[in-house]
């Protein structure tokens, strides 16, 4: 169905169209994601020095520390509040948007509490290899958040929420991609992740989202 057809059906039929629509891409737009944490791994050791020596330009840290709340639940909680408040079918949206953003972070904890790996502010990056930031499997939360690197939570939480903001508002699905890679990039540059945590994180979002959406639309007559 092409964008102008879409525009004339009803406001109640929209979602579910953009689910359909979403649907075929899903898994690649995940697999994206996870083939690029597989590059980003190449990259881990030299990034994590970099942000770790502190060389981000200072407009640049101050830009990702604000952002950082549209991944952070006290965030999530004041943009749910406001789509209750000023959309129509607030109310609907809100449950649903708050369950991505849920279903997003939880999905990357529950991954941290199978595989353990150093955060780059808890390893000394200097004389450490990639394979020294990967401690075992199922650490099931020992040595505590020094040890729960992998993958990023945060931006679990903001694609969650970029995926069903970006679904009952279209018009600002790229303005929602930029903040959940914001908050990406606020991870890394604090030293919280490595890229590849962050992009795997963004994958567990982005299925996270996409399975909340088809949950919660409207069930046909």
């Not at 990039?185 to 030293?191: D, P, V």
Request: charged content about 15%; proline content about 5%.
């Amino acid at each position: 169905m092409s964008t102008v057809a879409a525009e004339r059906l009803p406001e109640s039929m929209k979602v579910p169209l953009l689910v359909s629509q979403a649907g075929g891409r899903r898994f690649a737009v995940a697999g994206f994601f996870v083939v690029l944490a597989v590059v980003c791994l190449a990259i881990d050791m030299p990034v994590a020095r970099f942000c770790v020596a502190r060389h981000t330009p200072r407009f640049l840290v101050d830009l990702l520390k604000n952002a950082e709340t549209f991944g952070h639940s006290a965030g999530v909680t004041l943009i749910v509040l406001t789509v209750f408040f000023l959309d129509s079918q607030g109310r609907s949206r809100a449950i649903t948007a708050a369950l991505s953003a849920l279903a997003g972070g939880l999905a990357a904890n529950i991954l941290k509490l199978c595989v353990g790996r150093f955060r780059p502010q808890s390893l000394e990056l200097q004389t450490a290899a990639l394979s020294d930031t990967f401690i075992g499997l199922f650490p099931f939360g020992a040595g505590g958040s020094g040890h729960q690197s992998f993958p990023s939570a945060h931006t679990g939480t903001a694609v969650g929420l970029a995926v069903a903001l970006a679904a009952f508002y279209p018009r600002g699905r790229i303005w929602f991609a930029v903040l959940a890679l914001l908050v990406g990039l606020q991870r890394i540059e604090t030293s919280a992740h490595y890229p590849s945590d962050v992009c795997v994180g963004a994958a567990l979002g982005w299925i996270a989202g996409q399975i909340v959406l088809t949950l919660r639309q409207p069930k046909s007559a």
